[in-house]
């Protein structure tokens, strides 16, 4: 599950614990959002994020 912008995975936590008895359940920050703390020298781009997330599915 993805956040919307300018918030963080933590908005996902009362779905995530309801869904996670039948299914993995990964809500990971977006760059530079909520607990990732890392930058991108330039500002990232929708396919850039989803660049990033691909190995996660």
Do not use: C, I
């Not at 039948?22 to 930058?39: A, C, E, I, S």
């Not at 991108?40 to 990033?52: G, I, V």
């Amino acid at each position: 599950m993805l956040h919307s912008s300018l918030s963080s995975g933590r908005q996902w936590q009362v779905l995530k614990q309801a869904l996670k008895t039948q299914f993995q359940v990964l809500n990971p920050d977006l760059m530079g959002y909520g607990t990732h703390t890392g930058r991108y020298p330039t500002p990232m781009q929708l396919a850039d994020e989803a660049k990033l997330l691909w190995p996660l599915l």
